[in-house]
């Protein structure tokens, strides 16, 4: 059979740029290579594409160092083409099916995927809509109201809404109760996350999260466990996996403690009462599908005393090491070679 040309992109210029990087080793690792030639774009932090030689370039960093170019062209007529520029000459190399490796901006909320759109190439995972909207705290939020689905009390503010600081706290406190949960809307691993027990703290924690994005998310604080559910979508089905719980060893599971903390724990098969699990599931598969999700995403809830709350949706998940993602569906018997397999199967067949 002959082999298709799959690419791998990853890096990206959100705050979530090493993560990215982190879950493109990890994918690359589990693709049948027999199957599959690969071609591996990164994107910078500044947003300039290149062309990787292999996973070591990652995993040591000298990627960042190729100097040679690799951008798609958005030309449908040209058939899925990457234009490599090396040395003042540029050549074309097809790719069947792309396999977004990134998170957050510019690689989790719609625009990467809107090029692979337009250039026609089949790739995993959400489409241009369940992106954009599940990037988007604020956004998500409004939908999930329409399910009935319980969910924190919330206050949306726009950046420029800050300059009339007062107004803004008298919004916050007019709704929500101290502590408070900031966050930028559309920022990702907890970037920019902090929360505020008073006035003082609010203001501060609102300007940190206008530095990530220009809409901030102010939400009551849920006292619970922190659960997660994968979801994976193959030939229309919606399927959601068991549950597991994330231990965070931080007063909350902000960016340091999912990643750099060795305390923070995952269980992949919490003790939790099987009526709160199938509520988690039925929420997590009713939720994906509204959002028109496709391919894969992990949607986070808590467990408080009055029962289950949905948190948010990621429709990018992390293949890290320490991702709940895979973890969920291994614990499963599905392991990450064949979940990534199903999902490059998936992005094949739409």
Not at 163 to 187: N, R, T
Not at 292 to 303: C, I, K, T
Not at 321 to 332: C, D, G, K, N
Request: charged share 25%; glycine share 8%.
């Amino acid at each position: 059979m002959e082999k298709q040309s799959l690419g791998i992109f990853f890096g990206g210029q959100s705050s979530e740029h090493v993560v990215s990087c982190m879950s493109a080793v990890n994918v690359i690792q589990c693709i049948n290579t027999q199957r599959y030639d690969l071609t591996l774009v990164g994107i910078t932090e500044e947003g300039r594409w290149v062309q990787v030689n292999n996973v070591e370039e990652i995993q040591d960093g000298t990627w960042r160092m190729s100097k040679v170019g690799a951008v798609l062209c958005p030309d449908a007529t040209l058939k899925s083409v990457l234009l490599i520029a090396e040395d003042g000459t540029v050549t074309r190399r097809k790719i069947d099916i792309a396999f977004p490796v990134l998170h957050g901006l510019y690689g989790e909320d719609g625009t990467i995927q809107g090029l692979f759109e337009l250039a026609g190439i089949p790739y995993v995972g959400c489409g241009v809509l369940a992106s954009s909207i599940s990037m988007d705290k604020l956004y998500t939020k409004i939908v999930v109201d329409t399910l009935g689905i319980r969910q924190a009390q919330y206050v949306g503010l726009h950046s420029s809404e800050l300059a009339q600081m007062d107004a803004c706290i008298k919004k916050v406190e007019g709704k929500l109760s101290y502590p408070v949960f900031v966050k930028p809307s559309c920022a990702g691993s907890s970037k920019g996350v902090n929360k505020a027990s008073d006035r003082e703290q609010l203001i501060f924690a609102l300007q940190e999260a206008a530095k990530h994005d220009s809409k901030v998310l102010v939400e009551e604080t849920i006292v619970g466990r922190e659960l997660e559910c994968a979801v994976l979508e193959e030939n229309g089905e919606v399927k959601a996996s068991r549950i597991g719980e994330i231990r965070a060893a931080a007063e909350f599971y902000d960016f340091d403690a999912k990643y750099y903390n060795a305390e923070s724990k995952t269980d992949t098969n919490p003790d939790v009462e099987e009526a709160y699990v199938e509520e988690i599931r039925r929420d997590a598969a009713a939720i994906f599908k509204a959002l028109d999700g496709r391919g894969l995403s992990r949607v986070d809830f808590f467990l408080d005393d009055k029962g289950v709350v949905f948190n948010e949706i990621n429709t990018l998940p992390g293949f890290t090491a320490i991702s709940m993602y895979p973890m969920l569906w291994e614990a499963r018997g599905i392991s990450k070679t064949e979940l990534i397999q199903r999902l490059i199967d998936q992005a094949h067949l739409r």
